[in-house]
């Protein structure tokens, strides 16, 4: 089983539609978790943490849920450039300073 | 600017040469990773280093080697050694919060393809 799995994808919405990714991690000793944003051939960009008590950045929300050890991201009213790949990352205590990133989540936002 | 550099971002070489890939921060930044990407995945760790003249093997450092002579730079090597060499290269750096490392900043990226 692999550390980080995300929702395979890809997703296709329409504009203005909601869309919400998860994330699960396999190991308890969890440190910190990030939702990075990598377009077609770029480099991942920081979308946001995520924060023991969930954070909202505009349209976008984070969760994180300890006891069932995933992470979501919440998309409100999507636009067309939201398309990309999300990824989630997380890191260790036990690994130190490893971040190990979950495989992507491909969004196709259409008109 | 601060940032992160990667050089050079395309490279096509033959099979059994050897490659390095360049990467220098000027963020002051402790920690720094080289990971791959191949089409449709996700970035898999190669090496990682949290400080000068150390570094560590991440999961797939096979047919790969790095330095960290300096804390700007965390050069990587593609060996001959390595079997599918061909993929797309990230270097990234980040401080590090106590034993946590914050936000990665990554370079643009080397595309390697072997021939």
């Known amino acids: 089983r692999k550390e980080v799995e995300q929702d395979p994808g890809p997703f296709n919405v329409p504009e203005g539609a909601t869309v919400a990714f998860n994330c699960t991690y396999s190991n308890s000793a969890s440190q910190s978790f990030f939702w990075y944003r990598q377009d077609c051939r770029k480099e991942p960009k920081l979308l946001m943490s995520?924060?023991?008590s969930g954070n909202e950045d505009g349209r976008f929300t984070a969760q994180l849920n300890r006891a069932s050890q995933y992470i979501s991201l919440l998309i409100r009213d999507s636009k067309l450039s939201d398309s990309a790949t999300y990824l989630c990352v997380v890191t260790f205590y036990n690994q130190g300073g490893k971040l190990i990133f979950g495989q992507g989540t491909e969004l196709s936002v259409k008109p | 600017d601060g940032g992160i550099t990667q050089s050079p971002k395309y490279l096509f070489r033959k099979e059994g040469q050897n490659v390095t890939l360049s990467c220098e921060q000027n963020?002051?930044?402790?920690?720094m990773y080289w990971y791959r990407q191949d089409p449709g995945q996700g970035l898999r760790l190669i090496y990682y280093?949290?400080?000068?003249?150390?570094?560590q093997k991440g999961d797939i450092a096979e047919g790969y080697s790095v330095s960290r002579e300096k804390k700007e730079s965390f050069p990587l090597t593609v060996t001959s050694a390595q079997k599918n060499p061909t993929a797309f290269y990230l270097c990234a750096s980040s401080g590090i919060a106590g034993n946590a490392p914050g936000e990665l900043f990554f370079g643009e990226g080397s595309r390697l393809t072997v021939l």
């Open positions: 280093s949290q400080i000068v003249n150390d570094f």
């Open positions: 963020l002051n930044h402790d920690a």
């Open positions: 995520v924060y023991s």
